[in-house]
């Protein structure tokens, strides 16, 4: 029986990156998770890579037909943006381990949908200082930064991965990103390779 790996951690903390050298390493044996999103696609962004990306419409008609797993809504300063996942045959723990990236609710979501023994979070930590230098840094690469909203997520962010809710869901798997990005991807892989045997 194969389990599910879900990174987290605040925007900016390295998660994307970390992911795919999980995936592309081919050091542990896991297959990728996409979620979805109705939020609009950044640059260097692809479909069916980072997300898939979906209308409002297609959100709806997901939701209506009860494929929706979980699902978390941000009010942000462009309007609401969803991101969830899709009972859409990707996930099958009877052929293997898969690797999603999440929040702390998608985490509860997703264990309590496919039971705690089954779903391991992984959360990536980073300095507070280095977030907000690689969040700006970001943004000054977009057509249009949105200074506005890379302060309203680094606020939420802060509140939503504190060590009280960590705590309550029972995260405790926590990686250090503050450095090389290949020091943390490393600990990662061999402590997936400990918890697979």
């Not at 962004?45 to 494929?67: P, R, T």
């Not at 000054?140 to 991965?161: H, I, N, S, T, V």
């Amino acid at each position: 029986m194969g389990k599910i790996y879900q990174i987290m951690g605040r925007s900016s903390c390295g998660k994307d990156t970390i992911y795919k050298h999980l995936l592309q390493r081919g050091n542990v044996n896991l297959d990728k998770v996409i979620i979805y999103t109705t939020r609009p696609m950044r640059e260097k962004e692809a479909e069916g890579v980072q997300y898939f990306f979906c209308d409002e419409e297609k959100y709806n008609h997901l939701k209506d037909s009860g494929k929706i797993i979980e699902e978390r809504t941000y009010n942000t300063v462009y309007g609401p943006w969803h991101y969830f996942t899709v009972d859409d045959g990707q996930i099958d723990l009877t052929k293997g381990s898969y690797l999603i990236i999440g929040t702390i609710e998608m985490y509860k979501s997703i264990r309590d949908y496919f039971g705690e023994e089954n779903v391991v979070p992984l959360m990536i930590s980073v300095d507070d200082g280095i977030i907000l230098q690689r969040a700006l840094k970001r943004e000054l690469k977009q057509e249009k930064p949105g200074y506005d909203e890379m302060c309203r997520r680094y606020l939420a962010d802060k509140a939503d991965y504190s060590e009280e809710n960590l705590e309550k869901a029972g995260v405790r798997n926590f990686f250090n990103n503050d450095g090389e990005v290949e020091i943390c991807i490393e600990e990662i892989e061999k402590f997936i390779r400990a918890d697979e045997m």
